[in-house]
């Protein structure tokens, strides 16, 4: 299966030039040798990190980004999966990463968990209350949003649920650069899955890390980004997890009762 990662700088409160800029970079990923089965998209990649002004920015339940993008997966037989959007619902506005296929059809959604207190996000968004492991295509993807890969036990849960992947969507930032590379390695090698992370890149007052990445299983690194807006492409195989878990059984060796 084959994984495009999109690289993109992504314009606070600007739906329109992020909607372009999206269809640009999602040709440029179709054009791409590998052909893409799944293109993965940064966190709240239509709205940007204006958290002040999704309230007017959010679209009710992410439906609008949902129909944009499954016009797109619909056209170009794709699958789209981990970008996340602000979705307004009932009860508050939620970061929504949603699950397309390639017929157009959202199919499944998760809703970041946990919410950054030192960005007073739980100002205005609402946190979502379960994970996500969805199947696509024969390979299990679980899901996380940026400040997620902080929680080692939620994405811990992840595998165990029987994700064999872990898309993460965000909008790090380039001050803790450094954390982003790490624990996205260490998730990958605590949980033998393989670890697909898109980031937005813009640089402004606080600027974003981008650095995208993809870690295989055993930690390798797959394909790297930098400072530049980019799609990359990489290729998972559900076999080289079975593989590792069985060379390196820690699932088999875990003592929860301990802890």
């Not at 999704?54 to 499954?70: I, K, M, V, Y």
């Not at 295509?137 to 036990?153: H, K, L, M, P, T």
Request: proline share 3%.
């Amino acid at each position: 299966m084959n994984i495009a990662l999109i690289q993109m700088a992504v314009a606070a409160g600007d739906k329109t030039a992020n909607y372009n800029k999206v269809k640009q970079l999602v040709y440029r990923a179709l054009d791409l040798h590998p052909t893409p089965d799944i293109i993965v998209l940064p966190e709240l990649w239509s709205t940007g990190y204006a958290l002040k002004d999704l309230h007017t920015l959010a679209s009710d339940e992410g439906e609008e980004e949902a129909a944009f993008l499954g016009e797109l997966a619909q056209k170009h037989k794709v699958w789209f999966a981990g970008g996340s959007v602000a979705a307004k619902s009932q009860t508050g506005i939620l970061n929504r990463a949603q699950i397309i296929n390639r017929s157009g059809d959202l199919t499944a959604s998760y809703d970041k968990v946990h919410l950054v207190p030192m960005l007073d996000e739980h100002k205005y968004l609402q946190a979502g209350n379960s994970h996500c492991v969805h199947e696509i295509e024969g390979v299990s993807f679980g899901f996380a949003i940026c400040y997620d890969i902080r929680f080692c036990e939620f994405l811990r849960k992840l595998a165990l649920g029987g994700a064999q992947a872990l898309i993460v969507a965000a909008e790090w930032p380039l001050i803790r650069l450094s954390h982003w590379q790490a624990l996205l390695k260490a998730r990958a090698i605590e949980n033998q899955y393989y670890v697909l992370a898109a980031n937005n890149v813009a640089f402004g007052e606080a600027p974003f890390a981008g650095h995208s990445v993809a870690h295989g299983p055993d930690g390798s690194t797959l394909a790297q980004f930098d400072f530049s807006e980019d799609v990359k492409v990489v290729n998972i195989n559900r076999d080289t997890v079975n593989t590792i878990r069985a060379n390196v059984p820690v699932f088999n060796d875990r003592r929860p009762e301990l802890y």
